[in-house]
């Protein structure tokens, strides 16, 4: 699993701490809002023991800027204030054009030649298209793709689209939202608001809410061990904002839930267990 910490915390440090002592070594940052904190809770610990991902795009002073020169600018300051000499992974972070990243000079471009030097050892597309996705894996541009919101219990879209390309090229995929955004955590969903994330489709957070409430499951749990088990090399990625939620979510990958459980799941809702290929 993976975990990308909610910069304001008060508990940040503390909270990577025990995330790492926990075996969540996957690491997600945001440039622009305190690197440095995870530089701090990461400081002695030997580099090799974790993942460390940092983005392009999301920087205050540079945001959306996707030019080569603007890639290298927040690469320098993340590798400053992350205390490293270099990043497993990095990501250009919510494009409006995927055209306008493929330009001679452009972030793709500078991140192949820092891929090159050994200063980022995967380039990533951190975005909601599915076809950017699929493009770019199957260009061999990306190493490894974001998707967020698309591999839930609630909807398993990227499951037809970007996992087959992930498979047939052996890149990664991180999966984020996890929990809906909070429909899954087991707070009462509203449909209205799952309504708005995915247009078009029917809600159904509401209903698997239920049904977790008839059968004595935890949401939450089933949540994250689905994703889990997603059919595609993949991480895990959750959003803590204290110790607790780090807690919460080891707990939630780590509980035992009855094989029956997941086959009444699959029964009631059409939501499989390792699902490959979309809604049944």
Request: aromatic content about 8%; proline content about 5%.
């Amino acid at each position: 699993m993976g975990a990308a910490f909610l910069h304001e915390s008060p508990e940040a440090v503390e909270a990577i701490q025990t995330a790492l002592s926990l075996g969540i070594n996957y690491f997600d940052t945001y440039p622009g809002h305190h690197e440095e904190k995870w530089g701090e809770a990461l400081s002695g610990v030997p580099r090799s023991s974790y993942y460390l991902q940092a983005k392009i795009g999301t920087h205050p002073d540079r945001k959306k800027d996707f030019s080569g020169d603007g890639a290298r600018w927040s690469l320098d300051r993340s590798l400053r204030d992350l205390k490293t000499d270099y990043l497993d992974s990095v990501l250009v972070h919510d494009p409006t054009d995927v055209d306008e990243l493929l330009h001679e000079g452009a972030v793709f471009d500078v991140l192949r030649q820092l891929k090159a030097q050994g200063v980022v050892r995967n380039i990533g597309l951190g975005a909601r298209s599915h076809d950017w996705h699929v493009r770019l894996i199957d260009e061999g541009i990306c190493d490894v793709s974001l998707t967020f919101l698309d591999y839930t219990l609630v909807n398993q879209s990227a499951a037809a689209t970007i996992f087959p390309s992930a498979r047939k090229h052996e890149t990664g995929v991180i999966l984020a939202s996890v929990q809906g955004m909070g429909l899954l955590t087991g707070s009462e969903p509203d449909p209205e608001r799952e309504r708005g994330m995915h247009p078009g489709s029917e809600p159904r957070a509401h209903g698997i809410w239920t049904w977790c409430r008839e059968h004595g499951v935890n949401i939450r749990h089933l949540a994250i061990q689905f994703c889990l088990a997603a059919p595609v090399d993949s991480v895990v990625m959750f959003g803590p904002a204290s110790i607790r939620h780090v807690y919460d979510a080891y707990e939630a990958a780590t509980e035992t839930i009855p094989p029956d459980m997941w086959e009444k799941l699959e029964h009631d809702f059409g939501i499989r267990l390792g699902m490959s290929d979309g809604p049944s």
